[in-house]
């Protein structure tokens, strides 16, 4: 099960209400990360503004952006076929432009030019805000490449254009990059140091969501329990700041407050946190306010102290039990999901079994797994062998992947009998006479439509559930409505 983001959305191209603006129609896709999409809002407005419309119909595109990831090769192989497509496309359109954005791009830079001979642009993570003058040269026909990192660019003064949106919920991007340099991945390199977003931009971008009638928002960020705003700068720049914006600074915690103070009846979501980073008061927050959602991400990566140490985690097994415990003590009912990496260099069948004990321990509600797949630049690349035998890595990912299924199972079951509150976000995928929506504890649940409608808040009273689903039937609008 590889799985960062909801599957369909993998690729799609996302589109924005049409307007009128030079005629010039964009097509911009997306792979990876929630922050890939969120960032791709970022670049249709910077776009819009410029007259770009958004399609989804490559042929008739004169700017094709993909937006790319590369935590994993599978992930760089995919976004490669993508550009095979588009070079028969452009074949019979050579005036079509394409562009490659996002992490490699600034992996590969200037690299992608001379490999992928249709790419006509490579944009950085940091750079979108350069994109007219780089369509500018491209227009000229010379190639445009800027994949320069920066140290305080947050795109805190874009509002970002919702793509694809449902009108319910929205992803609000409150840090970039990441300072904490697991030995397996390449997203230092790729969106380069930690920064945070100023808090009055965010609170600026969620009361217009608000204004617009959103009911759900999640603060997005590679790990954003770091987050702290003192007034602009790196995260690791923080000790040299004055005492002054020492004292003022806003943490992660009085960020969330803040949010959810302003709108009680607003959902919060938040992700991914990083175990090291995730403090006491984030979840005393949690816990205070029943609009904060009672969910966390808290990917762990594996079971095994040894293995924590060599991916350079930052904390121990013990130590994420104490975090786990803390959270259940607080919030007995707050779900919890992993990321898990089968077969790092070194992995032994001991670890493997720590890995699995870990997962009894804690009963994850979600999980996503993936085998190690080794990234060239990042640490273990450089320091240790790929030496866990394709076949190994991938026997204990389906050990992972079927005792994640029970787990959630297990989760799901718990729910059977209760009624709770389901936002609706569409229709079911499998019955156009149902809707799907999430409950607080981020579980997808359908029910038959009635009276209801995409935005409502419903209570939901469960019958029965799958692995991932539960299924109920309404029984009335939530006090939340
Ligand atoms: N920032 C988050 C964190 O620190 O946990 C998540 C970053 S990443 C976009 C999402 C997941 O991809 C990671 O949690 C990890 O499980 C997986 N991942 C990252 N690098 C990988 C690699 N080299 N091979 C396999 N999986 C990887």
Not at 146 to 162: A, F, M, Q
Not at 432 to 448: K, L
């Amino acid at each position: 099960m590889e799985k960062i983001i909801d599957e369909k959305q993998q690729g799609n191209a996302l589109v924005m209400e049409p307007k009128t603006g030079n005629g010039k129609k964009l097509m911009i896709e997306s792979y990876g990360c929630q922050m890939n999409f969120s960032d791709s809002e970022i670049v249709a407005s910077i776009l819009s503004k410029e007259g770009f419309d958004t399609t989804q119909n490559l042929e008739e595109a004169d700017l094709v952006l993909i937006n790319t990831c590369s935590i994993r090769d599978k992930a760089e192989q995919t976004v490669r076929k993508r550009l095979e497509k588009y070079n028969a496309v452009k074949k019979i359109n050579p005036g079509m432009k394409v562009g490659v954005l996002g992490c490699m791009a600034e992996r590969l830079k200037a690299q992608f030019l001379e490999e992928e001979k249709i790419v006509d642009l490579v944009v950085g993570p940091d750079a979108y805000k350069d994109l007219p003058n780089l369509i500018n040269e491209v227009e000229e026909g010379r190639n445009a490449v800027n994949v320069i990192l920066s140290k305080d660019e947050t795109y805190g003064d874009i509002s970002p254009v919702r793509l694809q949106s449902n009108g319910v919920s929205a992803f609000v991007s409150i840090t970039r990059g990441c300072d904490n340099m697991c030995t397996f991945c390449v997203v230092p390199f790729t969106r380069g140091r930690e920064r945070s977003r100023d808090p009055q931009s965010i609170m600026e971008e969620v009361n217009e969501l608000a204004q617009k009638g959103f009911k759900e928002i999640t603060l997005l960020g590679q790990n954003v329990d770091s987050y702290l705003w003192y007034g602009g700068g790196l995260k690791k720049d923080f000790k040299n700041a004055s005492e002054m914006q020492k004292a003022t600074a806003t943490n992660f915690a009085a960020l969330l407050r803040m949010v959810a103070e302003a709108h009680p009846k607003m959902r919060v979501r938040f992700s991914t946190s990083n175990p090291q980073d995730m403090t006491l008061d984030v979840i005393e927050a949690m816990a205070k306010y029943p609009n904060i959602c009672k969910y966390i991400h808290l990917p762990v990566q594996s079971g095994s102290d040894r293995i924590l140490k060599a991916m350079n985690r930052l904390h121990t097994r013990e130590e994420y039990f104490e975090l786990i415990d803390n959270i259940r003590k607080l919030m007995p009912d707050c779900a919890i999901s992993q990321d898990m990496i089968t077969g790092f260099p070194t992995e032994t069948e001991e670890d493997h079994q720590d890995t699995l004990s870990l997962m009894e321990y804690v009963k994850y509600d979600f999980g996503f797994m993936f085998a190690y797949s080794e990234r060239p630049g990042t640490m273990a690349a450089r320091k240790l062998e790929d030496d866990v035998p394709e076949e190994v890595k991938k026997r204990r990912l389906t050990e992972i992947v079927n005792l994640q299924q029970q787990h959630s199972h297990f989760r799901t079951r718990q729910f059977v009998g209760k009624t709770v509150e389901v936002l609706i976000e569409k229709e079911s995928k499998k019955s156009d006479a149902h809707w799907s929506g999430r409950t607080t504890q981020n579980t997808v649940a359908v029910f038959p439509k009635e009276q209801y409608k995409i935005g409502d808040f419903v209570n939901v009273k469960i019958n029965d559930c799958t692995s991932a689903t539960l299924i109920g039937e309404a029984v009335g609008y939530s006090e939340n409505n």
